[in-house]
């Protein structure tokens, strides 16, 4: 049996600060990771070439501070997103091109009601405490209803309905009928608005790392050594009065505390001894993940940007919903990123591979030409089917959950605490988020344990 001062558990961005602050602190701590592999929801695959493949999180951006002090810390530099080039709406088997986040050649009034919705947005905003949303003035009246009821009310146009309904449906993975209106509004204004989350240039598509997600850390995980345990799925946590006894099916650790790092459905799966109080284990029950495929398709060189687009595409109900250019800051290879989310995602689930990759090529062709049929990869990775993610990208309230039990999301429970992106009040869904919220947990259980003993 391991004893030590910490046991963290996942070794997500989340996971892997926690142990990476309390080891740098000069605490001894153990990380257990269920799979064979650090990283989580991000995972970057290198190729041959050095070319890499981000299959999970990828894009940083502006306010995203905790994040780019990580990168400076390991010595990881940024490179700009590829934005040049007219972006693409496809609506009704129209296609529109345009410029900047609001698709203004689509029509004059659909673009008036994007922009009123997106002031609207930013405006609800502004009101939600970020520390406590369930505070907001309004808090129960939005949580009573759906990001879809919301849309329906206050969007007469069609096109700009479905279109903000895709665009702001598609950051939980989920359909609009799933999300509740003030979970949307505190996500969103964790991220600093609706500006933030749906714009590319100086939004959260702004930026990548040099080399991925897996340059950050991958480091990160060196300087943690040997006290990462891989494959070892945490089962059980039993708390008493001295400590924590942490078991995988091989390992078992004992702890002053453990810091969980894991998605809030998953965490929902490990036995705690004592139950856990009602208001967190209920959280653990309603807060779900949505569906998304996350699809790099390659080609031996970026060829729509010489057609002078920019790769971004959105077409609301097609399953390549949103295409955006994840080329390396080298030219080549081309990568065109496709993302589908929500039903659709579930949809394409059901299909062979074979049969998924036919259709996703046939968007691309429609959208960018006859040189989209043949790439010279195509990698797709669908997070649904992630036991230890349980989806992506993030876990999401439905209506009542934040102000019924939002107040758990970060309350220690006696010997346990809690990180993962979930539980961070500033870019909660991103990875910044969970790097600030490992940043937190190892505080807390560092001054927990220094309060004890004063
Ligand atoms: C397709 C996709 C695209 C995304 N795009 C972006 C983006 O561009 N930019 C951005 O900032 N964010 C993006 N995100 C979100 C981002 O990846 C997450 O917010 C972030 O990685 C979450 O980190 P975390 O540490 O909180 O959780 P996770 O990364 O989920 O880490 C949890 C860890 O716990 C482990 N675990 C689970 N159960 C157990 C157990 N019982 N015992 C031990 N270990 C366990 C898991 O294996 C995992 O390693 C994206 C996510 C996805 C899926």
């Given at each position: ?123 609800m905003c502004k009101a939600i405490p970020l520390d406590a949303p369930w505070e907001a003035k309004e808090a129960e009246k939005w949580d ?35 999300v509740s209106m003030l979970f949307v509004l505190y996500q969103m204004a964790s991220g600093?608005g ?89 959280l653990?029950?309603?807060m ?108 999401h309230a439905?209506t009542g959950v934040l102000t019924q039990f939002g107040r758990a999301l970060r ?11 979930e539980s961070s009040a500033v870019?909660c869904g ?25």
């Amino acid at each position: 049996m391991a004893d030590v001062e910490y046991c963290v558990v996942g070794a997500g961005f989340a996971g892997l600060t926690a142990a990476l602050r309390l080891k740098q602190a000069g605490r001894s701590v153990v990380l257990l990771e269920a799979r064979d592999r650090v990283g989580g929801r991000t995972f970057t695959e290198v190729r041959a070439d050095g070319t890499w493949i981000d299959r999970g999180g990828a894009w940083i951006g502006p306010g995203q501070d905790r994040i780019y002090a990580l990168m400076d810390e390991f010595g990881v530099p940024s490179y700009q997103q590829h934005v040049d080039g007219a972006a693409m709406m496809l609506v009704d088997g129209k296609q529109y091109r345009y410029s900047g986040t609001i698709p203004w050649t689509m029509s004059p009034w659909a673009a008036m009601n994007l922009g009123a919705a997106m002031l609207e947005l930013g405006h609800m905003c502004k009101a939600i405490p970020l520390d406590a949303p369930w505070e907001a003035k309004e808090a129960e009246k939005w949580d009573r209803v759906s990001l879809a009821q919301w849309l329906h009310s206050n969007i007469a146009s069609k096109p700009a309905h479905e279109l903000l309904g895709t665009a702001i449906a598609g950051c939980y993975t989920s359909a609009a009928s799933e999300v509740s209106m003030l979970f949307v509004l505190y996500q969103m204004a964790s991220g600093g608005g609706p500006g933030f989350v749906l714009g590319v240039k100086d939004g959260a598509q702004d930026a990548r790392p040099v080399g991925g997600m897996g340059a950050i850390y991958r480091p990160m995980a060196t300087e943690i050594g040997d006290s990462i345990h891989l494959s070892q799925p945490v089962r059980d946590i039993q708390q008493d009065a001295d400590g924590v006894t942490v078991r995988s099916d091989e390992l078992t650790v004992r702890a002053r505390r453990a810091i969980v790092a894991v998605p809030l459905a998953i965490a929902g799966q490990i036995r705690y001894e004592p139950m856990l109080p009602v208001d967190r284990s209920f959280l653990h029950q309603r807060m779900p993940s949505g569906s998304i495929f996350k699809i790099a398709v390659l080609y031996d060189e970026p060829f729509w940007r010489d057609d002078g687009l920019s790769g971004q595409s959105a077409a609301p109900g097609s399953p390549a919903t949103i295409t955006i250019d994840a080329g390396t800051n080298s030219v080549r290879p081309g990568v065109m990123c496709v993302i589908t989310e929500g039903p659709i995602a579930r949809q394409i689930g059901q299909l062979e591979e074979g049969e998924r990759r036919k259709l996703i090529l046939g968007e691309l062709v429609e959208r960018f030409g006859d040189k989209a049929r043949s790439p010279v990869d195509y990698i797709e990775q669908n997070w649904s089917v992630e036991r230890y993610s349980g989806g992506g990208m993030l876990s999401h309230a439905p209506t009542g959950v934040l102000t019924q039990f939002g107040r758990a999301l970060r309350e220690p429970c006696g010997r346990i605490h809690w990180a993962g992106t979930e539980s961070s009040a500033v870019m909660c869904g991103w990875v910044d988020g969970a790097i600030r919220s490992g940043e937190r947990a190892a505080s807390e259980v560092m001054e927990h344990d220094t309060a004890t003993v004063a």
